[in-house]
């Protein structure tokens, strides 16, 4: 069930589109096509209106950065990226990131599709009717598992370094951020990766976050600008910084696949070889002391005015990289 209605642009720019997304499929399926070529050449027929040859010999600047093998991914730094896979989706994963940029990518008519024709070369997996809106960002792509009829919304993060997985009918609204990696409180380059899970038909509104190794259970709900560092039950509403489950959906009782309560989570992997160890628990509760320390102290500490709070594993819930 849907509650939006179907929309209709002209017949004849509908022809054209639909042209165009048969011969980037095809042009994709053929083994012989070098990517690299095929996303710097569509990329300057779409942003500049010429060949890729021409714009090279007028403004090198501009062209140059068209093409992936002249720019770098955050993702290639990370001792965890796998060289080989990222290399086989960063050409797609550059295409999409600029697509979405232009009118193309903007329009709906043209930017859903293409993005679908992408994300069936760069995911690990992908079912059908996927429907990703603009600005979507991925860490490497290629660690995305995505079930039918997911809904992935603006401007959304889906760090899947350590691997995510979507179910059926999951959506994902805009601004939220989905992680699976963590760093060490007291050692930022000590990084452990876990699979984020979120399951069928579960929704994650607007401005949430979900940190890694959460298990998002069927049917589930995290609420606006909360932060989840942990589990929701079946049919749970969780709320609030950090989140925790206040209301159950009013549901008949049905066929749960994904259950937090049951489903096996991910133990952790390391990704940074110099801190080949679980990462043991490195906070503590905030005593008085800490508090008089604080009060006696206009400038406040180094830390800054929050307390810190314990963290699972000792790892930060900051995800930065």
């Known amino acids: 069930m849907t509650w939006l209605k179907p929309v209709h642009i002209d017949t004849g720019a509908q022809a054209t589109f639909n042209e165009f997304l048969r011969d980037l499929e095809a042009r994709l399926l053929d083994p012989a096509t070098d990517r690299h070529v ?16 021409d714009l090279l010999g007028d403004a090198p600047l501009a062209a140059l950065n068209l093409d992936a093998r002249n720019v770098t991914f955050e993702a290639e730094y990370y001792m965890a990226t796998d060289a080989e896979k990222f290399a086989a989706v960063k050409p797609l994963l550059w295409l999409w990131k600029n697509l979405d940029l232009t009118p193309l990518g903007q329009n709906p008519v043209t930017g859903i599709p293409v993005r679908r024709v992408l994300a069936e070369r760069i995911f690990k997996r992908v079912g059908r009717n996927f429907k990703c809106w603009q600005n979507v960002e991925f860490s490497v792509g290629y660690n995305m598992e995505v079930g039918d009829d997911v809904v992935v919304h603006r401007h959304v993060l889906l760090d899947d370094i350590g691997g995510i997985e979507l179910h059926d009918g999951a959506s994902i609204s805009d601004y939220v951020n989905v992680y699976s990696h963590t760093h060490s409180v007291l050692d930022g380059p000590d990084v452990t990766l876990r699979k984020t899970v979120i399951g069928r038909g579960a929704r994650i509104t607007y401005h949430s976050t979900v940190l890694a190794g959460s298990v998002v259970s ?6 606006t600008h909360a932060l989840l560092r942990g589990d929701i039950p079946p049919h749970g509403i969780a709320m609030g910084v950090p989140a925790r489950t206040t209301r ?7 066929e749960v696949e994904v259950d937090a309560r049951l489903w096996p989570h991910d133990a952790g992997r390391k990704a940074n070889p110099q801190f080949p160890d679980p990462t043991p628990n490195q906070t503590r509760k905030p005593q008085p002391a800490d508090q008089a320390s604080s009060d006696s102290d206009p400038g406040g500490s180094a830390l800054g005015d929050s307390a810190p709070r314990p963290s699972t594993a000792g790892e930060l819930v900051a995800n930065e990289g």
Do not use: N
């Not at 159950?248 to 049905?254: A, C, H, T, V």
């Open 38 to 53: 095929l996303s710097r050449d569509l990329l300057a027929q779409v942003m500049y209106g010429r060949a890729y040859a």
């Open 218 to 223: 069927d049917d589930a709900m995290l609420a």
């Open 248 to 254: 159950f959906k009013l549901r008949e009782p049905g």
